[in-house]
């Protein structure tokens, strides 16, 4: 099954790719790999959420962040693709690092980040499986309250 089967069997369609914010391309081919640069959650060019992620008034909380995670994937996986001719090219995830905006006192950016690792090995199966980092960070670009990268393999 392609990826383009396997998005259309759950119901994904890929989100447009975000433009670049600042001086940076949104992914980079190189051999056999492509590297995407921090994908925000942008929905249609604009972040659904902003602020830190926590527990109580005024924060994000982590079950949303989870949410915004599972988008900054979609929106690598269009980058990605979009930077290799076709989301086909793509053959698995090497390497995921996010970044989570968070209080000093949280510390679920393993599950949060779990949002992005879930949905990638939906659309990937066995090839999804991947070394990750999940960071806590005082801020993120646009007040986002998370950022994710991803390395993917490319045939």
Known sequence: MTISQRLAELGIALPEVVPPVAAYIPAKAHGDLVYTSGQLPMVQGALPATGKVGEGDGLVPASDAKDYARQCALNAVAAAAAAVGGVDRLTGVLKVVGFVSSVPDFTGQPGV????????????????????????????????????EVVFTVA
């Open 113 to 148: 980040i779990n949002g992005a690792s879930d949905v990638l090995g939906e659309i990937f199966g066995d090839a999804g499986r991947h070394a990750r980092s999940a960071v806590g960070v005082p801020v993120l670009p646009l007040d986002s309250p998370v950022e994710v």
